[in-house]
């Protein structure tokens, strides 16, 4: 998958902040015409205190929810722990995984924060608006206030920052903790969570997040084999 991304990387927080202020602008929260996702991939990436990062991403069939191809990538971040910020310590390496990918998806499912983000620009939203790729934030924690939902899979209610609805907690499982869903780019929110339900027939969390929060850690594992 080619992803073409012109902007300089920041150097310190503030320019970050900037960056993020600026690209926030480009994010669309409408679904393509027509909403079809027959390639679904799903996002991981993690660090260790020594600065390597692991980035994962599994692409699944959208029906049948089997995996097509899995891509990595390693790296290295020098880019302070910020919150907020955390988009500019992985996003340079989930780049280089989605890269090794030879199909491209119709949706990335991130295990992060879309809209929900203090500067409505979360990792969703970035790697969305890099990659021109409809794109859906679902994470495991609130950044937010919201009630909560109805005990009923499927049931949610808003997520709300400064007085803005920014996504939705949804509960995936049957009096199961509810997760959050945030537009990303290229989407609507009533699509996103359609999206995430039927990814999630048997766990709480979406089964693209699953696939590459497991080969992520694996690969994370085996950084720290062979730097020790």
């Not at 996103?192 to 929060?213: I, K, M, N, W």
Request: aromatic content about 6%; glycine content about 8%.
């Amino acid at each position: 998958m080619k992803v073409a991304n012109s902007e300089p990387w920041p150097r310190n927080p503030e320019e970050a902040m900037a960056l993020q202020d600026r690209l926030r602008t480009r994010v669309i929260t409408a679904n393509p015409r027509p909403p079809r996702f027959p390639i679904v991939a799903g996002l991981d990436s993690a660090y260790d205190e020594q600065g390597n990062v692991a980035a994962a991403v599994v692409a699944l069939d959208g029906e049948s929810l089997e995996t097509i191809e899995t891509a990595t990538a390693r790296g290295t971040t020098s880019f302070p722990y910020v919150p907020g910020l955390l988009a500019f310590r992985e996003l340079p390496t989930t780049l280089s995984a989605l890269e090794n990918l030879t199909v491209t998806p119709d949706l990335l499912v991130c295990d992060s924060q879309g809209l929900a983000h203090p500067r409505r620009f979360g990792f969703a939203c970035h790697i969305g608006v890099v990659t021109g790729v409809p794109t859906i934030g679902v994470a495991k924690n609130a950044w937010g206030e919201f009630e909560t939902p109805g005990q009923e899979r499927g049931s949610w209610s808003d997520i709300v920052i400064d007085g803005d609805v920014v996504g939705r907690a949804l509960r995936t499982r049957t009096a199961v903790k509810p997760v959050f869903v945030s537009v990303g780019h290229l989407i609507d929110i009533d699509t996103a969570c359609a999206q995430v339900l039927a990814l999630t027939s048997q766990f709480r969390q979406p089964e693209t997040t699953r696939r590459a929060d497991r080969l992520c850690r694996e690969l994370l594992s085996d950084i720290g084999a062979h730097s020790g």
